[in-house]
């Protein structure tokens, strides 16, 4: 059983950084994508950022492209989510998910979030202006 631990997220002035991570067991790490998303109070739920630690792709929203960096700890199984020069509107829940789907498949498909089966509990990050 797939399984994800999420820890970080906060609240956080605007331009600060927080970094979220989110640990799953070793053949989940190897097998599988692990993504962010967030979702906002009346949106629909986001994708952020996966990777795939399997060949090292990834992907970004173009929203926090330049902002945001995720990257792999093989030695933890964990991923995380850097968030630099962050805004108001980044202001959600953030979920950790894992899912079969390819990074470069979630660049293509509408709704990547429905292509990810399993989820963490979410983090809340507060960004103040």
């Known amino acids: 059983e797939v399984q994800l631990v999420e820890s970080g997220g906060g609240l956080v002035q605007a331009g600060g950084s927080l970094r979220l991570s989110c640990a799953t067991s070793?053949?989940?790490?190897?097998?599988?994508?692990i993504g962010w998303f967030r979702q906002a109070p009346g949106k629909e739920r986001e994708g952020v950022s996966c990777?795939?630690?399997?060949?090292?792709?990834?992907y970004y929203a173009d929203s926090v492209k330049g902002r945001f960096t995720i990257s792999s700890d093989n030695a933890k199984n964990t991923v995380y989510l850097q968030m630099n020069s962050l805004k108001p509107e980044d202001t959600a829940v953030y979920y950790c998910a894992a899912g079969k789907i390819t990074p470069h498949t979630v660049r293509i498909v509408d709704k990547p979030y429905k292509h990810f089966d399993v989820w963490g509990q979410g983090t809340l990050v507060t960004v103040s202006s």
């Open positions: 070793k053949s989940s790490f190897d097998s599988y994508t």
């Open positions: 990777t795939r630690s399997s060949d090292g792709s990834t």
